[in-house]
């Protein structure tokens, strides 16, 4: 009898957890919802902050995110797409540089997002950066050696490389091998049969990585919390060299560092669901694509 | 058969590297003894085509290398940045007082140019003795964090011990709960039920962390504060609750994953020896599933151990050294967060938080490496021996 009990207490308490995660899940975007609903206006969404950030809109702050990933995936998508490609059509399983990628590929998505951002730093700007200005100029002035919207996107594409890399391997897997043989059989050279069958056939996979990787950052703050955002910005970035505004870090600097944080709460309730529906829009994309991927798959 | 092969060479050397990739591949062994008689006929435009595809696959190989050398350039970067506190130059970049007055004067104007090039000048033009670096040193291990004072203090021990206390909670509350609905998603749950929960439960995983940080901010703090009373609306339970959000998806998948990897006949075997299915979940297959599980933790840790931007707005960011889990900490990555763009580069500050960094590299560099080799080895091995 008191195994029963303990039994049918434990299958409860497992649908309990599975229920308190869903609950929370819920709760987080009704709140978000219901305190942003009001504020959310088109012009919200259309005009630049005004009176200090007190008012307005959040234009820039799209237009910077929108920027952002752009750059980044231009960045980013190219090579993931390629090491994708490395893995699934040449790599020798047991070679020591396959083990050494794919390690590498694991690690990089584990390492934390804030040490991205030092790297930025380190790298990006004070070497690359530096490099350019003392090689460009060569009058001392800072021009490159400075947080900006290049080295911000540069820093997010390292950042969402294993996302691409695992999708893209995984569509290019699921391209049946016959594919392949025919076009070989045919006379074409690897090269070619990667570039005219293989990857025409894998390009939902790397729209699905695209996808999740500009989710990915357009979510993520960390990394640009030092390496391009700003606070306010009057213009829109028109060159490499701006600084730009960043939704996420538009959010976290008026949700903390705002003179009155309780008068412009709308705004920012207002700007998480923005930035939540934007996230939530490009993931379900995401799987919808990769769902449709793997049906075919089978 | 091979006679009529062997006049397109191309499609010979298409065969020998098919072949390496697919050996073992026993219905496909035919195609090696054309592979090395053809090679000697080989015309020289055919060659030039030769060329151009091991040119592709080098270009190939050479771009897929970029990750390593992210990894290797990470090392060399964020230690770099971090070494002048362990082997100072000759002129040391002790930060003095006249210093910090001038640089943390205005916050606004630090970023301009001229600062920072003023700063660097005035930083290396400051000659100090040898004994001021043993001070950094002792100063590092201290139980104090004041960057920006007369006399700067940057001992990281409340740093660590906040980071380490936030991730207790957080996993402390997280794990038993992803667990357990792991179990129910892979056991219990109906099928349809099982089709909505992985997916919805997964999407948190897609939440921006600065979202979730902001809901912690604005309701879980507030919520809690009626709940427990507490004096902090700030402080490390709530950071912890906040950020066990995030490791929560992250633990559920893999474990999920590991659950359902659970070959088949061993649930079979136990529920047709009479076992109830409950009896199964918890006494064959979760053991069963042990380094998955555990891999996930670690997975969990990493994910909450690394995380900025919810900790930086939850947990109050006070650097105190206290057990209390209603008190406020300071994490390490919030540390960074909070305080890079306002350090003067080339400062000991800056190089401070560039050690930090290199500590929750270390730290998490460390755990993929268990949960990669370690955990994934002990499984397939269990797994093999099992079949």
């Keep these: ?298 | 058969m091979y006679i009529s092969i062997h006049r397109y060479s191309k499609f010979n050397v298409t065969i020998q590297t098919d072949q390496k990739k697919a050996r073992g591949d026993t219905d496909r062994s035919n195609g090696r003894p054309t592979v090395s008689t053809n090679r000697s006929r080989e015309r020289p435009r055919r060659k030039k085509k030769r060329y151009g595809e091991r040119l592709a696959e080098t270009l190939i190989r050479a771009v897929s290398f970029t990750s390593f050398a992210i990894i290797i350039l990470i090392f060399a970067f964020v230690f770099r940045e971090a070494t002048p506190l362990f082997f100072p130059p000759a002129q040391q970049t002790v930060t003095t007082e006249d210093l910090q007055q001038e640089t943390y004067g205005d916050d606004e104007s630090l970023s301009t140019n001229e600062t920072i090039e003023e700063g660097r000048k005035r930083s290396t033009s400051i000659e100090t003795a040898g004994g001021e670096a043993d001070f950094t040193l002792d100063n590092l291990l201290g139980d104090e964090w004041q960057p920006v004072s007369a006399y700067p203090k940057f001992g990281i021990l409340p740093l660590i011990i906040g980071s380490f206390k936030v991730t207790i909670i957080a996993i402390l509350f997280g794990a038993p709960i992803a667990i357990l609905a792991a179990l129910f998603t892979a056991f219990f749950a109906p099928r349809w039920l099982r089709e909505i929960l992985k997916p919805t439960i997964e999407f948190l995983s897609g939440f921006p962390s600065v979202v979730i940080g902001f809901f912690a901010l604005v309701a879980i703090a507030s919520i809690f504060q009626n709940i427990f009373g507490y004096e902090y609306r700030l402080n490390s339970f709530v950071g912890g609750i906040a950020l066990s959000l995030a490791a929560i998806p992250i633990i559920y998948s893999v474990t999920e994953d590991a659950l359902s990897s659970i070959p088949k006949y061993m649930t079979e075997a136990s529920l047709a020896l009479g076992a109830t299915k409950w009896q199964t979940a918890l006494f064959v297959v979760l053991p069963a599933a042990t380094p998955g599980v555990f891999a996930a933790l670690l997975l969990g840790v990493g994910r909450a151990f690394g995380e900025t931007m919810i900790v930086l707005m939850a947990t109050g960011n006070a650097a105190l050294m206290s057990l209390d889990i209603f008190k406020p900490i300071r994490t390490m990555s919030a540390t960074i967060g909070a305080e890079m763009a306002e350090v003067v580069f080339g400062d000991t500050h800056y190089n401070v938080l560039f050690f930090i960094g290199s500590v929750l590299f270390i730290f998490t560099f460390a755990l993929n490496a268990v949960a990669e080799f370690y955990v994934r080895n002990k499984l397939q091995k269990r797994f093999r021996g099992a079949a």
């Design chain 1, 1 to 298: 009898m008191n195994r029963k009990i303990f039994g049918a207490s434990f299958v409860l308490a497992s649908a309990a957890s599975a229920a308190v995660i869903v609950a929370v899940i819920l709760i987080f975007m009704i709140t978000i919802m219901i305190g942003g609903w009001d504020h959310l206006t088109w012009e919200f969404i259309t005009a630049a902050p005004e009176e200090g950030m007190t008012a307005g809109g959040i234009f820039p702050a799209i237009v910077g995110t929108v920027l952002l990933v752009l750059l980044m995936s231009l960045a980013g998508v190219p090579i993931g797409t390629i090491t994708a490609v490395y893995l699934s059509e040449y790599a020798n399983r047991n070679s020591i540089f396959t083990k050494m990628i794919r390690f590498a590929v694991n690690t990089l998505a584990g390492v934390p997002a804030i040490v991205f951002g030092l790297f930025g730093v380190g790298f990006f700007i004070q070497f690359v950066g530096g490099g350019m200005d003392s090689f460009l100029s060569g009058t001392g002035e800072v021009h490159w050696r400075q947080g900006n919207i290049l080295w911000a996107s540069l820093t997010m594409a390292l950042l969402t490389l294993p996302v691409v890399i695992v999708s893209v391997e995984e569509a290019l897997r699921s391209v049946p091998g016959d594919y392949r043989e025919g076009s070989l059989a045919l006379g074409a050279t690897k090269f070619q049969t990667i570039v005219k069958i293989v990857l025409p056939n894998a390009y939902t996979g790397i729209l699905t990585g695209t996808i999740l990787a500009v989710g990915r950052g357009a979510g993520e703050v960390a990394p640009i919390l030092f390496t391009g955002a700003a606070y306010y910005l009057p213009h829109l970035p028109s060159s490499l060299s701006d600084q730009f505004m960043q939704l996420g870090y538009h959010l976290y600097i008026m949700a903390t560092q705002s003179p009155d944080v309780e008068a412009t709460l709308s705004i920012q309730y207002a700007t998480a669901f923005v930035l939540l529906v934007l996230t939530f829009l490009l993931n379900f994309a995401a799987i919808i694509l990769r769902s449709r991927l793997r049906a075919r798959a089978r």
